[in-house]
């Protein structure tokens, strides 16, 4: 009625509205409430949130952004203001595979789906995926750590060549300088190829491989590409590979690594993940194990010798272990079982 008093008289579009014309008068000079001036502000702070992650996080993230910046609101009211505002995050695509095998030595599967790792550098995931220009593709590797989330190493070529995974573990070494690290990667030629096991076995790495044909053995990396699918190769066109090569450099180092919301890791990025964890006091990469587990009692004559602290270390030592199981998360309910035999 606003935008059209101008042509028509405000009474008899009230009649033809059936409402009254004090009551639109009244309306129309009454102050917006406290909730619209909150609405308002939780819009603006919204779209900030939105903006500031390359406009691809929904409610979930848009909350723990906010949350953050202490502005505690629930997330059911945002996800109403967002709709409202026409503000939406990015959905995913289905992944294509492209791992070519050949006839290499396959390293035995160790993680066996069970991607829980107590500490950084206990547990990298490797993969490569290809980026497509208007030049052509761009093949990107990298190496990912379990534990928080971070790409630890990554590189890029114009060929699927043996020196792109190597330069991705170069890149990861060279940063980390991890001890023992298990590497877990798909059957791919580059990763079968002997370069790089002389040069994991030269670094001390544990290479690891998943079977043939079941993306849920390297679930972690693929759930990243798939991550990198959406937010960015589905909303940008490039002209060439130096042009992608950029933006996927800014895209890893300027925003997943240090501020994108994993929900995984209390909706932390990965950067801030670590730092809370090497801040915690009690944080140890290798803690000792008790003496119980490491020697057992081979005669019952001492045990009446044993200390109070050491039978109950021992009585610890007992209980069945807890693992983390395979990833729920990766493989949904339903999922076939892993195959171990090669078909």
Known sequence: MSDHQAQYP???????????????????KRQPSSRSKRDAELSAAIRTAHTGSHGTYGSPRVHAELAANGIHVGRKRIARLMSRSGIAGVTRRRFVTTTVRDGGRQAPDLVDRNFAAAAPDRLWVA????????????????????????????????TLAVQVVLDALNMALATRRPKDVIHHSDQGSQYTSIAF????????????????????????????????ECELLARCRFKNQDEARNEVFAFIEGFYNPRRRHSSIGYLSPVDYERQYYQQPTADPDPPQPAAVLAPVKDASRRLRRSPAAILDRRSARQPHQSAGRDGRMAPPGAEPKNASII
């Open 197 to 228: 096991g002389l040069r994991c076995r030269e670094a001390g790495v544990r290479p690891s491989m998943g079977s043939v044909g079941d993306a849920y053995d390297n679930a972690m990396c693929e759930s990243f590409f798939a991550t990198l």
């Open 10 to 28: 405000i009474r008899t579009m009230c009649r033809l509205l059936g409402v009254s014309p004090s009551g639109w008068y009244a309306w129309s």
């Open 127 to 158: 993969d490569i995926t290809y980026i497509p220009t208007w030049a052509g593709f761009l093949y990107l590797a990298v190496v990912l750590d379990a534990f928080s989330r971070r790409i630890v190493g990554w590189s890029m070529s114009t």
